[in-house]
């Protein structure tokens, strides 16, 4: 077939927003019980809920709960971790209402039963003690009377369906991982309070439990002194396991004879940022085996390792990213995602890996994928930062001779977060259409140990800014980016790096911000208990230090910014409230700047409605065609651009 030679920008391509909202999930959260394999599916095409799915030993799926029942915990407002199975009895947080179900399916018909009451509570994070017949998990309180919701740990009788929660651990401002020790007479669990974030600081706790729930002195295992713990779990002969960053990189330890000891010591990290409940880095396999994943240099690798003589053994797979793992009985299920692929969540058994469910089960031919190359680029002299750069591929089109493609920049969540090598969809909806994408780890990233991660503290809205910029120029000098054509997106926090980056540097022509922070000091005020001392590290104490917080802050030097912006916004998000991007939007207006604002009712802190994600992806490349003049799909539904006619 024939190359037609067409506009950076301007390519057709089979990545359509229909492949990403009505032919692909989320898969999360799974889970092994017996021969069965739990996990929950977030569905765009119905609303976004998250499906609970079940595989039997025979291979038969099915969906133990009809829709619209959505199956997600609300606390610390990201969730996670909200269900858990034992003995074919499902335990989880309904969306809806936060309470929590019993879902019994070994019954011929079964129906879910509410095991908490109606209240000011939300539940995640779930441990069934059996030899109690309770269920432990975190419970958040959001009453009027307390200044900001209350965090505890709590147990529920499993026989009184109602009952009254027993408080278990109260005190710190967080807590996550209730675990109960294999001769049920240890409870161990993670703590943490303002103004750090798990990945500051957290200290991992146990405690002699009895009969009737009453603990023992508890004891610090480990933690504290800026020291992260991370998935503290108890093995099956009753050793204490758990992931710390004590020696700059995540590495698993555990306790032995009263003893700590390192389990792996690599230059990797063995954990990720714990954003939400339930995140697994590693799990049992036996008595002797630990199957676990880990990052090194942007890449994540698959192991064993034997617990006697701590060698590890590397498991045979393609997976740039692996997540999620969960064993049982000599078995493990984990999420894993290829480059060209999409995440899979597969079973490894007897040294067989098997892929049970697919995130999507047509992935886009191979022509039309662009594969990421690693890149580490100069951001200073003595430092460096990271990225994935993705060239423009299309097995029909090809860009002007002699011309360097558009680059979009993107700039990841978190901050306190990290990019990664698996396929993305919405990554190649652009390189598919002729647009290079640079992905970028920039300084504050985690994957590449905590003095690279704790590089952004104080330092929010400068290193992420001047990494962003410098990559974009890296690139434009080796020719793989247009520098007359420099964009930039992001979300959330990497929203307000786009924010950032356009309105204190030049290197960008226009940007993209999906319910990105414009204002830090409002952020710092109204935004939600979890995140409420966030910037205390990140840009400095508030108020004590209000004058960086408005330095820094894009609202506040909106006169600087003089290039075109699109806002997108969940009307209901609490994380970042729309009045941030409502704010920005009247300022560039009255500057006369083109922008755009696009707000989506019933959405909150990112878009999992079909419609509302192929609008914000839609929007954003039709903002970037009536900029830059190239043609697309005229069936592409129009934004309204304010001030276009200016440009």
Request: aromatic letters at 10%.
């Amino acid at each position: 077939m024939s190359i037609t030679q067409a506009e950076f920008g301007s390519w057709q391509s089979p990545i359509t927003t229909e492949l990403l909202t009505s032919q692909t999930v989320g898969l999360s959260e799974p889970r092994l019980d017996g021969d069965r394999v739990y996990w929950l599916e977030s569905r765009p095409w119905e609303k976004g809920r998250n499906a609970l799915c079940c595989r039997d030993k025979d291979g038969a799926v099915q969906d133990l709960l009809p829709a619209p029942v959505n199956v997600r915990s609300k606390v610390h407002e990201y969730g996670g971790a909200s269900y858990c199975v034992s003995e074919g009895v499902v335990y989880f947080s309904l969306f809806d209402d936060q309470r929590i179900y019993r879902l019994n399916t070994r019954d011929e018909n079964p129906l879910p039963e509410a095991i908490t009451a109606e209240g000011p509570w939300r539940y995640a994070d779930f441990f069934v003690d059996v030899k109690r017949q309770q269920l432990l998990c975190v419970r958040e309180v959001h009453a009027d009377e307390l200044a900001e919701p209350r965090n505890e740990i709590v147990a529920i009788p499993l026989g009184q369906p109602g009952g009254d929660c027993q408080v278990l651990v109260t005190g710190n401002d967080f807590y996550s991982n209730p675990c109960i020790s294999p001769d049920g007479n240890t409870l161990s669990w993670l703590s943490w309070n303002h103004p750090n974030m798990p990945w500051d600081e957290t200290e991992c706790r146990v405690a002699s439990i009895d009969s009737s729930n009453t603990l023992g002195e508890s004891k610090l295992v480990a933690g504290g002194n800026q020291e992260s713990v991370f998935q503290p779990q108890w093995s099956p002969q009753g050793e204490l396991y758990f992931v710390s960053d004590r020696n700059n990189w995540w590495n698993i330890y555990r306790v032995r004879n009263g003893a700590t000891e390192q389990v792996s010591s690599l230059a990797a990290e063995f954990a990720t940022p714990q954003w939400v409940f339930g995140m697994s880095t590693y799990g049992f396999l036996s008595n002797d085996s630990l199957l676990c994943c880990y990052t090194q240099e942007g890449d994540w690798q698959l192991a064993s390792i034997n617990l006697e003589s701590l060698t590890l053994s590397e498991v045979n797979n393609d997976y740039a990213e692996i997540s999620s793992i969960a064993c049982n009985n000599g078995a493990a299920v984990f999420l894993g995602a290829a480059s060209e692929r999409f995440e899979e969540l597969t079973l490894l058994k007897q040294n067989n890996l098997e892929i049970l469910r697919r995130a999507g089960e047509q992935a886009p031919p191979q022509e039309y994928l662009s594969s990421p190359q690693a890149f580490t680029f100069p951001v200073t002299a003595e430092e460096v930062a990271h990225g994935f750069y993705y060239a423009p591929k299309n097995k029909d089109f090809s860009g002007p001779a002699d011309t360097a493609p558009p680059l979009i920049v993107l700039c990841h969540g978190g901050p306190t977060g990290a990019t990664s090598k698996a396929l993305n969809l919405k990554i190649q909806f652009w390189t598919s259409r002729g647009f290079a994408i640079f992905d970028v780890n920039y300084r504050g990233s985690t994957g590449y140990g905590r003095q690279y991660r704790d590089r952004l503290k104080d330092n929010w809205g400068i290193c992420d800014v001047e990494d962003v910029c410098a990559g974009a120029e890296w690139l434009a000098e080796k020719g793989l980016a247009n520098p007359q054509q420099m964009l930039i997106k992001g979300g959330s926090a990497g929203g307000y790096t786009v924010l950032a980056a356009l309105t204190f540097r030049d290197t960008f022509s226009a940007g993209a911000s999906h319910y990105g922070i414009g204002n830090l000091e409002t952020l710092a005020l109204e935004t939600h208990k979890f995140e409420a001392r966030y910037m205390d590290r990140l840009v400095g104490e508030y108020p004590a230090q209000k004058e960086i917080y408005l330095a820094r802050s894009p609202i506040n030097t909106v006169e600087q910014l003089n290039c075109p912006v699109i806002f997108f916004q969940g009307l209901d998000d609490k994380m970042v409230p729309p009045n941030q991007a409502e704010t920005m939007v009247a300022a560039l207006d009255v500057k006369g700047i083109p922008c755009a604002y696009v707000p989506f009712e019933g959405e909150g802190h990112g878009f999992r409605q079909g419609p509302n994600i192929k609008r914000a992806l839609e929007g954003e490349l039709y903002f970037y065609a009536q900029l830059f003049g190239f043609e697309i799909d005229s069936q592409i539904e129009t934004v309204d651009i304010k001030n276009l006619e200016t440009r």
